[in-house]
């Protein structure tokens, strides 16, 4: 099926090309197509009419996988999202391999923390050692635990929209200026001594 026959717009009006449900043996069937031809994904996306001024963002199965690694392949920038845990942490080496295969500079990829809950010491102290571990590679932006995330995702709305004062939509705001290239964190997180969100 032609792809842009697929998409729809959400209320944001963003152009949405969601995976679908697929049989095992469709699975089976694309996982190979996508070991005869490394760039199939890419020469996708290629045939779409997209503006040289749009962003395609992707989002992947867990890495690794054959999507995921389809998609690190033709990425121009490369965030990776860890939830604060121990896991997390222990990730570190699995991490640096995944980003080392990525077509993208070292300077446009970055580790994202998610479902950050400051009111547990567990993810605090993930949260230092991820930090510890990663230093500028982890983006200023941490996403934090918000209902208001699981709302909007029921409404099939930004949650920008349903809830603009959120913390999350505020986090999601600076990981989508760190995805347009602002990479820096604004002056206002960089007064000595103070912490980052």
Known sequence: ??????????????????????????????????????RWLQDQIELLDIASDCVVLLDTPLWPSPWAQAALHCADTVLVA????????????SVQT?????????????VLVTRFDPRRVSHREALQTL????????????LHEDENIARALARAMCV?????????????QGVCNWLMGQHAAPPSMLVPGATLP
């Open 98 to 110: 995944l980003l080392r295969s990525t077509a993208a500079a070292p300077s446009e990829q970055g």
């Open 1 to 38: 099926q032609w792809w842009a026959d697929g998409g729809f717009d959400n209320s944001d009006g963003v152009r949405v090309l969601p995976f679908g449900e697929s049989s095992l043996e469709t699975l089976h069937t694309l996982h190979q197509m996508l070991q005869v031809q490394p």
């Open 131 to 142: 930090r510890e571990q990663w230093g500028d590679r982890l983006i200023p932006y941490t």
């Open 82 to 93: 860890l939830e604060a845990s121990a896991r997390a942490c222990s990730a570190l080496g």
């Open 160 to 172: 920008g929209h349903l809830a603009p004062h959120a913390q999350s939509a505020h986090d999601l």
